[in-house]
């Protein structure tokens, strides 16, 4: 069973930054497409960024410039590293993984930025 756990969410001022990772098990991560997505209050998820088993990377574009997603496959980690965070960056962010047509998800981690 795939099992996703984020960590590094947290209380920031605008213009601060944030790293959260997640680690994955029970799956072979390396061939697993991985990302990121967050939901506000009141809002739908949206997909904050993405990372291909080539390492191929694309992005919401509010959040180009300043978010940037990476993996590290030795260790079944997938990491966001926010910088310039905005109020409207606030949510709670879910890792995400897909795997033959299969989508699994973290149980999502608060990010609060304040102004």
């Known amino acids: 069973q795939v099992q996703l756990v984020e960590s590094g969410g947290g209380l920031v001022q605008a213009g601060g930054s944030l790293r959260l990772s997640c680690a994955a098990s029970?799956?072979?991560?390396?061939?697993?497409?991985m990302g990121w997505f967050r939901q506000a209050p009141g809002k739908q998820r949206e997909l904050v960024a993405r990372?291909?088993?080539?390492?191929?990377?694309s992005y919401q574009e509010s959040v180009k410039d300043r978010f940037t997603i990476s993996r590290d496959n030795a260790k079944n980690t997938v990491y966001l590293q926010m910088n310039s965070l905005k109020p409207e960056d606030t949510a709670v962010y879910y890792c995400?993984?897909?795997?033959?047509?299969?989508?699994?998800w973290g149980q999502g981690t608060q990010v609060t930025v304040s102004s």
């Open positions: 995400w993984s897909l795997r033959d047509g299969s989508n699994y």
């Open positions: 990372i291909t088993p080539a390492g191929s990377k």
């Open positions: 029970g799956t072979m991560f390396s061939i697993n497409v």
